[in-house]
């Protein structure tokens, strides 16, 4: 049975990663499991400066789902390289860097710092955080921004790198082509969805950033139908599936729609082994189906 | 060790209108808590063959009261969906448990005095301490007498109990009434230190603050005694980790985590914010 597959030329021993900021630098989780397992570990948002991130309360739980407004926060690119990544790089597992700047200068730093460090198997840019301004969403949101964004950090980099999108816009296909254009190897898809709670008691928003992402079970729908769009529009592009991925069978579900592998995201929260069941429940999957290799199945939804 | 775990619950039992005391036998070998540490406790997801549930979706951070004889005691207040669920649960009934979790209460001096300072629902965060230093004195504030569980704790060496409404115990603030005790432990005793543990609602916890801060605190140095407070305080969090970065509290060194940092903070360090 093979798992293994290849995103933009990075091999990974099982289709399986874990989304950025619900899996913190990796090490958090070391005592929970053996990250080996892993086809990749995804950290948390790297910025070339730290970053404290927003006030609190930065947590809410939604039906089937959860808002965060954790802002980023973030030890900085120069303390993971020399503080996280030494160690996690003795783990027999892939390690992408997510990471983001406040302006396309920051970007660029941030992706030739990165490409610069002994460790970093690839780049996934982020420009779909939620819990930045309006201004900063323009990255994710407006396409003339992205491409130069994109074209600017493809310019500063050999690395693999891959486009976190946004799901808070009208097209994302139309998103998803700008990047690739731009110099994108593959995309991840999606980040959270911007959303919104009231206490009606004290009549104020649940979160003090007012507005968080909305991820968990609640978003997979949504994630699941934009991976199978840009699938459908741009077949050879390696696309990695989140959102919402609790079980096997939800990951399951992200390949046929057109996914080459999946991450984990809000579930590493309810469960520190819930990649490792997820991995599990795909050879499970792929046994009682007789599917020899994952790669057979990637886009095999049959509408 | 692995801090997750599955445990089973062996008893639920309901103290009063708003309280039970859930009693959980861990399925595997589990590390000992230490007074003031806490753990995550969800819907049992990760076990086979059982279909997972995810609404509620998230763990709920808990204080471990007890642990004895190899059970785990949580005594918790009927807050929302999740404590109804939890509330709910029969014997036999499987959850699913990270812990222990967070830093505890520093260790107490030879020579110092201990006071536990406990409000309603926060007495299941410090009723350990009582077990490891059966000499401290615990100040046990309530709203009324349906909210005071003296019964559940390890016997006390000196208790001091305040309600609200005068049904149990001197009416009145509790942090009133220790005022008034460390005031005349000041004047009548020869100098030293007292540690004064806390966990209690949020206006209890920003009272303390003022009281015992070393800068601003009333309190913190009187006719040679030291008081050195420390609070446990509370945050919502996904994970129970330190991977979330949801729990974050304001201190004097910026933001930290409730369950990597804490739960239990100096006054010292705490930076309370208005509400």
């Given at each position: ?12 021993k ?13 090490l958090?989780y070391?005592g929970?499991f053996?990250l ?18 927003n ?26 390289v ?15 860097a ?14 030739a710092?990165?490409n ?12 779909s955080?939620p ?25 500063a ?17 139309e998103?998803?082509r700008?990047?690739?254009?731009a110099?994108?190897d ?7 969805l ?9 009549i104020?928003?649940?979160l ?6 909305l991820s ?8 699941l139908?934009?991976?199978w769009?840009?699938h459908?529009?741009l077949p ?7 959102g ?5 069978d ?9 996914a ?9 929260f ?9 991995i ?13 290799d ?10 | 060790m ?7 619950v ?5 103290l009063?209108?708003?309280v ?13 808590p230490?007074?003031?540490q ?8 990760g076990?086979p ?5 995810f609404d509620?979706?998230l763990?709920?951070p808990?204080?471990?009261?007890d642990?004895n004889?190899?059970l785990?005691?949580f ?7 999740f ?7 029969t ?10 979790i ?7 001096g030879?020579?110092e005095?201990?006071?536990?300072v406990?409000?309603?629902i926060?007495?299941?965060s410090?009723?350990?301490?009582l ?27 000196r ?11 001197d ?7 220790l ?5 005349s ?6 100098g ?25 605190g ?7 005694w ?10 919502r969090?996904a ?6 970065l ?12 409730v ?5 239990v ?11």
């Open positions: 049975m093979n798992l293994e597959v290849s995103v933009a030329g990075l091999r990974l099982n289709p399986v990663m874990t989304a950025s900021g619900t899996f913190g630098y990796g958090e070391a929970f053996d080996s397992r892993l086809g990749a570990v995804v950290v948390k948002g790297l910025s070339v400066n730290p970053s404290k991130g006030p609190p309360p930065r947590i809410w739980e939604t039906s089937c789902g959860m808002l965060n407004s954790i802002g980023l926060q973030n030890i900085g690119i120069p303390a993971f020399r503080d996280k990544l030494p160690v996690l790089r003795q783990y027999d597992t892939r390690i992408i997510n990471f983001f700047g406040n302006t396309i200068a920051e970007f660029v730093e941030g992706a710092m990165l610069d460090a002994t460790g970093v198997d690839a780049l996934e840019l982020n420009v955080c819990n930045k301004d309006a201004a900063w969403s323009a990255f994710g949101t407006n396409p003339v921004v992205l491409a130069e964004v994109v074209a600017r950090v493809r310019q980099t050999s690395l693999p790198l891959i486009v976190k999108l946004s799901p808070n816009v009208t097209d994302i296909t998103m998803a700008v990047a690739v254009d110099g994108a593959a995309l991840s898809l999606i980040n959270t911007t959303g919104m709670a009231i206490d009606i008691e004290s104020r928003p649940r003090s950033n007012i507005v968080g992402g968990g079970p609640a978003i997979k729908p949504v994630a139908r934009m991976l769009q840009v459908k529009v050879s592009v390696p696309l990695i599936g989140m919402g991925i609790m079980t096997a939800d990951a399951i579900e992200f390949i046929l729609a057109g080459v592998a999946v991450a984990v995201g809000t579930a590493n309810v469960n520190p082994q819930a990649t490792l069941h997820v599990g429940g795909i050879e499970q999957y792929m046994s009682r189906h007789n599917i020899a994952i790669n057979d199945i990637v886009g095999g939804v049959i509408c | 692995i801090r997750q775990f599955s445990a089973e062996t008893s639920n039992v309901r009063s209108d708003g039970f005391m859930l009693v959980l036998s861990p399925m595997s070998e589990v590390l000992r230490c007074a003031g806490f753990y995550m406790v969800g819907q049992g997801c076990i063959g059982k279909k997972p549930l509620p979706l763990k709920r808990f204080s471990c009261m642990y004889d190899g785990l005691h005594m918790i207040k009927l807050r929302g969906r404590t109804a669920i939890l509330g709910n649960c014997p036999g009934t499987v959850l699913e448990l990270i812990g222990p967070g830093n505890a209460f520093p260790a107490v030879a020579g005095r201990l006071i536990v406990a409000g309603g926060g007495i299941a410090v009723a350990m301490l077990r490891d230093y059966p000499e401290a004195t615990l100040f046990y504030g309530v709203r009324s007498a349906n909210d005071l569980f003296v019964d559940q704790l390890p016997p006390v060496a208790l001091h109990v305040t309600s609200d409404d005068g049904s149990a115990g009416k009145g603030n509790v942090l009133e009434h005022r008034q005790y460390i005031a432990i000041v004047e009548t005793t020869e030293g230190v007292i540690k004064v543990y806390a966990c209690g609602p949020y206006a209890m916890t920003e009272q303390l603050c003022r009281m015992f801060a070393s800068k601003g009333d309190l913190c140095k009187v006719n040679g030291t008081v050195e407070a420390f609070v446990s305080v509370e945050e969090m994970c129970g980790v330190a991977a979330c949801g729990c974050t509290v304001s201190t004097v060194n910026g933001y930290r985590l369950c990597k940092d804490g739960p903070f100096s006054v010292n360090d705490l930076i309370p914010v208005a509400t």
